[in-house]
């Protein structure tokens, strides 16, 4: 769906990722990277899409990130900070400006420690966009207020059934 801005709305659910398996399963950081590259140009083909579609500008997407189920080991994991630096070289060399937002949202506290541990490697710009919820009365009146429930799944409080 899209906010009330116009601009994609992208969910991803990294809470039930596990960095321990799929590290010893061979595959490595700089591939689980590249699905973030794929990822970012599908949002950028999105934010096209909705430019042509409008008429106007729209180079930014709201990013949510579900955190439900997170294992705290994975924010432990070597392999979790090395993919943080990553994303955030990538996002700045390749996608600069294409965060207008991102909530994560079903946090267990630990990615907020872990966020605040991290975060000094994010431009300021890019910190200052980021907001992290807890539980769902937290979250769900800062999404209802940017998306219409229309554009919304079921699961985050909208009508969609898909």
């Known amino acids: 769906g899209y906010?009330?801005?116009?601009?994609p709305?992208?969910?991803?659910?990294?809470?039930?990722f596990r960095f321990g398996p799929?590290?010893?399963?061979?595959?490595?950081?700089?591939?689980?990277?590249?699905?973030?590259?794929?990822?970012?140009?599908?949002?950028?083909?999105?934010?096209g899409k909705q430019s042509s579609k409008l008429g106007r500008d729209i180079s930014t997407a709201l990013i949510v990130i579900d955190a439900e189920g997170l294992d705290p080991t994975n924010l432990r994991h070597r392999?979790?900070?090395e993919w943080m630096r990553g994303l955030a070289k990538i996002d700045q060399e390749h996608f600069p400006e294409r965060l207008g937002q991102l909530l994560i949202i079903n946090a267990p506290s630990c990615v907020q420690y872990f966020y605040n541990a991290a975060s000094w490697i994010l431009p300021q710009k890019a910190r200052s966009l980021v907001r992290i919820f807890g539980g769902r009365e937290t979250w769900e009146p800062v999404l209802l207020e940017l998306?219409?429930?229309?554009?919304?799944?079921l699961r985050?409080?909208?009508s969609r059934a898909r």
Do not use: M
Not at 22 to 45: F, P, Y
């Open 3 to 7: 906010d009330r801005q116009g601009r």
């Open 9 to 16: 709305v992208v969910f991803s659910h990294y809470g039930k």
């Open 22 to 47: 799929v590290l010893e399963a061979g595959v490595t950081v700089e591939k689980i990277l590249q699905l973030h590259v794929r990822n970012s140009e599908h949002t950028a083909r999105l934010c």
């Open 79 to 81: 392999g979790a900070l």
């Open 147 to 153: 998306v219409d429930s229309s554009e919304l799944p």
């Open 156 to 158: 985050y409080g909208g």
